[in-house]
């Protein structure tokens, strides 16, 4: 468990028939996870601020109409929470499906990448997507670092997170609105010319290769390795991301 939570009061609830608890302050994803369940999940990684904009996490609650993302809903006593029913598998499958849609299809070698993506749609019996995929921006090289390759972002802004609130960078936002929305660097700058500082942190933190160390735009598996270029800030501490 979280040692942040592990001295909070402990809230008992039922997942998928089965009696279990969340510490205070846990969420029903951390607590599932606690308990050995895994509710497939894009948006969510432990280290970052919850956000809920995906939805490949969602849950039933009864009494309730709507399906919770479970990454950001805490549940309470007695809350009676399915993860598995025919309704929330059903949902899951098809925000996987929709996302995967939108990957550059696998077919058009060499693209061979194994990402989150993949590994849930694999897991949850996803398969070939049935819906037509969006046309998507051209690749951006032009940083040093770091490839851009937006044809796979689900816009799961775990970068943007990463960038803001893990390095305080703040060089990626979010841009437009609805099918028009997009990752940008700065203003809408190419990667290259924006203030990145190619600390590695949102290649780490992408869940589907759209961000690669550079040279690796979707032509292999996910070796994340990335020397990160931290000189450039004057510490000099020379990770190496894994
Ligand atoms: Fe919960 Fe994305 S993981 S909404």
């Given at each position: ?101 939108d990957m550059p299809k696998?077919?058009q070698?060499?693209y ?21 995929g969006r046309s998507q921006p051209q690749a ?8 851009v390759n937006l044809d796979a972002c ?54 589907t290769g759209a ?6 735009v979707g ?24």
């Open positions: 468990a979280n040692p942040e939570f592990m001295n909070q009061p402990q809230i008992g609830f039922k997942l998928d028939g089965e009696e279990v608890f969340a510490f205070e302050g846990e969420t029903i994803l951390q607590a599932a996870k606690r308990h050995g369940k895994e509710i497939p999940h894009l948006c969510y990684s432990d280290n970052l601020r919850p956000d809920g904009n995906c939805r490949a996490c969602v849950v039933e609650i009864e009494g309730e109409r709507v399906l919770a993302p479970s990454c950001c809903r805490k549940p309470s006593e007695g809350m009676n929470i399915k993860a598995e029913s025919e309704r929330a598998v059903r949902s899951q499958k098809l925000v996987l499906e929709l996302l995967k849609s696998q077919s070698s060499p061979t990448l194994k990402s989150e993506l993949d590994f849930w749609a694999e897991k949850m019996d996803v398969g070939t997507p049935r819906f037509k951006d090289l032009s940083h040093p670092a770091i490839s689900i816009q799961c802004t775990r970068c943007l997170r990463a960038c803001r609130e893990e390095q305080m960078n703040d060089v990626i936002g979010y841009a437009n609105r609805g099918s028009h929305s997009e990752i940008v660097f700065d203003i809408a700058d190419p990667m290259g010319a924006s203030s990145c500082v190619a600390c590695g942190e949102c290649v780490q933190a992408c869940p961000l690669m160390p550079a040279g690796n032509l292999q598996e996910a070796d994340k390795t990335v020397d990160s270029t931290c000189p450039y800030c004057g510490v000099g501490c020379l990770i190496k991301y894994h």
